[in-house]
């Protein structure tokens, strides 16, 4: 039932945002993701993207403050045109 989670500013890398995105991947319902400063890199964004992909529930994705690069970016727009 978890709709919202906030973790800005916390360090949580690019294993912390793979980790995250196996936990997501299984909570259907969540609208909000911010994850803003948390030295994201593209690996974990990407893990990201495939834990999002297809999402019809989530309306606010925040990686605001992270160095997600090119590649990051082209997983996110894969991610919410499925």
């Known amino acids: 039932r978890l709709r919202e989670l906030r973790l800005d500013e916390n ?5 912390g945002a793979s980790a995250l995105a196996s ?3 299984s909570c259907s319902r969540i609208e ?3 994850l803003r400063e948390n030295e994201i890199g593209p690996a974990g964004v ?8 297809g999402s019809e529930r989530l309306e606010t994705l ?3 403050g992270n160095c997600i690069g090119d590649e990051g970016a ?3 727009a ?3 045109r499925s």
Do not use: H, N
């Open 62 to 64: 925040d990686l605001g």
């Open 74 to 76: 082209i997983a996110l």
């Open 11 to 15: 360090a949580i890398g690019d294993v």
């Open 46 to 53: 990407a893990a990201l993207a495939e834990a999002i992909e």
């Open 23 to 25: 936990a997501i991947s």
């Open 78 to 80: 894969r991610a919410v």
């Open 32 to 34: 909000t993701l911010c």
